[in-house]
């Protein structure tokens, strides 16, 4: 099914980031976020962990719809 995507080239959704890593961790501390951290989950962004907007090419490249996720702390 995921190779019908467009898109697609092979089994991979990390294609750049720490690849010479068995396993990508990042640790934030909560207290460094700041009133809101934005978190990349499409692994394109060149600032990964965060969000650069990198996204947006890659939905139009592909056709894919994702985007960062938004953590704000409490007002
Ligand atoms: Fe990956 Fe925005 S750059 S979600």
Same mark, same amino acid.
């Given at each position: 099914?995921?190779?019908?995507?467009? &898109? #697609?080239? &092979?089994?991979?959704?990390?294609?750049?980031?720490?690849?010479?890593?068995?396993?990508? *961790? %990042?640790?934030?501390?909560?207290? %460094?976020?700041?009133?809101?951290? *934005? #978190?990349?989950?499409?692994?394109?962004?060149?600032? #990964?962990?965060?969000? %650069? &907007?990198?996204?947006?090419?890659?939905?139009?490249?592909?056709? %894919?719809?994702? &985007?960062?996720?938004?953590?704000?702390?409490?007002?």
């Amino acid at each position: 099914r995921l190779a019908k995507c467009p &898109g #697609f080239r &092979g089994n991979r959704v990390n294609e750049n980031i720490k690849m010479e890593n068995n396993k990508v *961790v %990042d640790t934030i501390d909560i207290e %460094d976020m700041g009133d809101k951290g *934005v #978190f990349c989950r499409c692994w394109k962004s060149k600032k #990964f962990p965060y969000c %650069d &907007g990198s996204h947006n090419k890659h939905n139009e490249d592909t056709g %894919d719809n994702v &985007g960062p996720l938004i953590v704000k702390k409490a007002a």
